[in-house]
C-alpha cells in the first residue's frame, strides 16, 4: 500500500530531520579544531581560507582535514548515515 503524498512528505521530512540530528551529534563528538574545519569546509571554503582563519599552517590543512572527515564518517555510519 503507498502512502499519500502527504505522509510521504511528513516521512522525508523526519528522515531529513533525524539526519541533521546525527550530524550534529557527530559534529560534537570532535574536538573544536576539527569541527570548525568540517564546517568550512561543508561551506565551501579553500584551504587557505581554512588555514587563516584557524592558524593551522596551510600545508597542514589537508591531512588534518582529511583526517577529521574520517573521523566524521566513522561516527555517521555508527549512527547509519552517510558523510556523501
Known amino acids: 500500500m503507498d502512502l499519500a503524498p502527504e505522509e ?4 522525508q521530512t523526519i ?3 533525524e539526519a541533521r540530528q546525527g550530524v550534529q551529534e557527530a559534529l560534537a563528538k570532535l ?3 576539527e569541527r570548525a574545519l568540517a564546517v568550512m569546509y561543508s561551506e565551501g571554503l579553500s584551504y587557505k581560507e581554512m588555514a587563516e582563519a584557524t592558524g593551522i599552517r ?7 582535514l582529511s583526517r577529521t572527515l ?5 561516527e555517521l555510519k555508527t549512527k547509519k548515515y ?3
Open 58 to 64: 596551510f600545508s597542514s590543512i589537508g591531512k588534518t
Open 82 to 84: 552517510e558523510l556523501y
Open 70 to 74: 574520517k573521523k566524521l564518517e566513522a
Open 15 to 17: 528522515e531529513k530531520q
Open 8 to 11: 510521504r512528505v511528513e516521512d
Open 31 to 33: 574536538k573544536p579544531e
